[in-house]
């Protein structure tokens, strides 16, 4: 029976140099997986496996030496498991992310819940390259989200009560790295350009003067490969998820309209100049 090696790696399955077998690659959104999980891959990578795992850079759970005489065997012990393949190809891959706030002292998004609401919208979307989404949810950015297609970094839009404000400075010293706040006239005086809107100032207001919204950072056209290439952050933060979205799909829409082959965002980028593209993200941007 021929076999077809290009549907095998699509669906998850990587070819290994030695013949006839692959590395295996499950889908893992955000780098959380069940405890029951666990103990299903456990048992497939003995039984099928040399009884261990990879963890990859993106998060994801890759088990080696799957034989392709095994491969039916293995998709019917994947299911009984609850786990799923991963997708490789030129196609929207697993979401990575953080924890963010759900538990991160530091985080100003729930990263874990948004990258499942964008893999569930996006996963597996035929395109002309890869497409990768990375969430981190806040600006000590643990997930690298300059280094994604379409990376994005939870954030917190700073309000200011004046009238609130006694000039107790615990503003200025929770800004103290950044220096983005001062202390003039008794009053907290700001220099938005110094700004990385990880709400600390907000955290430390004791007196109601600061408060903060949810808001999402989005950078485009980052890759970390052969070229490396930092996103560009040409948006004003995102408060809404419904912009958020509108925005991811005019990413998508433009990419898969204007791409060559196995031409990742960025390349697209630079062949057809960057005016288009901000063009139709500020659109949707400018939608809501």
């Known amino acids: 029976m021929e076999v077809d090696y290009a549907a095998l790696k699509a669906s998850g399955f990587m070819p290994q140099k030695q013949r006839d077998t692959f590395s295996m690659r499950l889908r893992v959104v955000g780098g959380t997986v069940t405890a ?5 891959i456990k048992a497939i990578a003995e039984k099928f496996g040399r009884g261990y795992i990879h963890l990859t850079s993106r998060q994801g759970v890759e088990i080696p030496y799957i034989k392709l005489k095994d491969i039916e065997r293995v998709k019917t012990a994947l299911e009984e498991g609850g ?28 990263a874990l819940k948004l990258a499942k609401k964008i893999d569930k919208r996006y996963y597996g979307r035929n395109l002309p390259h890869k497409f990768k989404f990375g969430v981190t949810g806040c600006p000590n950015n643990c997930l690298k989200a300059e280094e994604n297609d379409f990376g994005v970094k939870g954030a917190t839009v700073r309000e200011f009560d004046a009238s609130k404000c006694v000039g107790c400075g615990l503003c200025a010293k929770a800004c103290a790295r950044r220096k983005a706040i001062a202390i003039e006239s008794k009053k907290a005086v700001f220099d938005d350009s110094k700004c ?21 950072r989005v950078f485009f056209g980052g890759v970390f490969g052969n070229d490396v290439v930092k996103g560009r952050d040409i948006l004003p933060p995102i408060t809404d998820e419904k912009t958020l979205f509108r925005v991811a799909d005019a990413a998508l829409k433009y990419f898969a309209e204007n791409a060559q082959p196995k031409e990742r965002l960025v390349k697209t980028l630079d062949r057809l100049g960057w005016n288009d593209f901000i063009a139709a993200v500020r659109k949707a941007y400018e939608e809501g």
Do not use: E, N
């Not at 709400?199 to 999402?216: D, E, N």
């Open 36 to 40: 029951d999980q666990l103990i299903a």
């Open 196 to 216: 990385c809107y990880c709400g600390k100032c907000v955290k430390a207001c004791r007196v109601g003067a600061l408060t903060g919204r949810q808001a999402y």
């Open 83 to 110: 786990l799923s393949l991963g997708a490789s190809g030129p196609r929207v891959r697993t979401v990575t992310a953080c924890q963010g706030g759900r538990c991160c002292p530091s985080g100003c998004i729930d």
